[in-house]
């Protein structure tokens, strides 16, 4: 059973536009949704992550907007650049302070051409 | 800080031999976990350690698969026998204090079993 589905599986993008990465959850205990950037021959890195009582979380280009009604939530790349290419995978994390049974999407393959 | 530190980066095998994948994490992190990562099924967490001590290893596929964690700056995943189908990435990822929030993965063991 896929607690997280994560779509596209690929993506490409031109440099400066936007890159969206969609991810659906069914558990609506989770509380703690990351993301994570692969590099090839890299482990993944987290990227950013939010917690469900706020809607929208930013650090620089990367953004996550969340919807807990729809259970949803989302990547948002802003002036995608060649070097951010790389698979991008979400998760979820149930609640509880020492809860480790993180669950991840199966990833986006994003290529970001010149 | 040296990251969470794995070896080898590669190893292939012949299908019946015996498989030792080693793992360092960040000093000072307390729980370890073992992911092994596929194609088809991505990310799987296959056990989670905390202070040392095996929590949840209901991931491990079989029998043939054990982890054992010594000391709070090493742990062994060990395939034996490995058969073709282990052929994966497999990612040891560290955190400090409990639980899977802000996990730290090492670049992984690329693991072909011929």
């Known amino acids: 059973q896929q607690q997280v589905k994560q779509s596209p599986q690929s993506l490409i993008v031109q440099k400066g536009g936007i890159s969206i990465i969609n991810c659906a959850y069914e558990?609506?205990?989770?509380?703690?949704f990351p993301w994570y950037q692969q590099f090839p021959g890299k482990g993944p890195a987290l990227l950013i992550a939010?917690?469900?009582?706020?809607s929208e979380k930013k650090e620089g280009r990367f953004t996550i907007s969340f919807n807990k009604s729809a259970k949803q939530f989302s990547l948002h790349i802003m002036d995608s650049q060649p070097g951010d290419s790389a698979t991008y995978f979400c998760?979820?994390?149930?609640?509880?302070?020492?809860?480790?049974?993180?669950?991840f999407g199966k990833g986006t393959k994003l290529s970001v051409i010149p | 800080d040296a990251g969470v530190i794995q070896s080898p980066r590669h190893e292939v095998t012949e299908m019946g031999q015996e498989v030792t994948l080693r793992c360092k994490p960040i000093?000072?992190?307390?729980?370890l976990f073992w992911y092994r990562q596929t194609m088809m099924r991505g990310l799987e967490l296959l056990i989670y350690?905390?202070?040392?001590?095996?929590?949840?290893d209901s991931g491990m596929p079989e029998d043939r698969f054990s982890a054992k964690m010594p000391n709070a700056s090493f742990s062994t995943l060990k395939i034996q026998p490995s058969e073709p189908r282990d052929s994966a990435v497999y990612f040891c990822?560290?955190?400090?204090?409990?639980?899977?929030?802000?996990?730290?993965f090492g670049s992984g063991t690329q693991l072909s079993v011929l």
């Open positions: 350690f905390n202070n040392n001590v095996p929590i949840d």
């Open positions: 558990n609506t205990a989770f509380d703690y």
């Open positions: 998760a979820a994390n149930p609640p509880g302070a020492g809860s480790y049974q993180l669950t």
């Open positions: 939010i917690r469900p009582d706020v």
């Open positions: 990822a560290s955190s400090r204090g409990q639980g899977s929030e802000k996990l730290f």
């Open positions: 000093s000072g992190h307390n729980s």
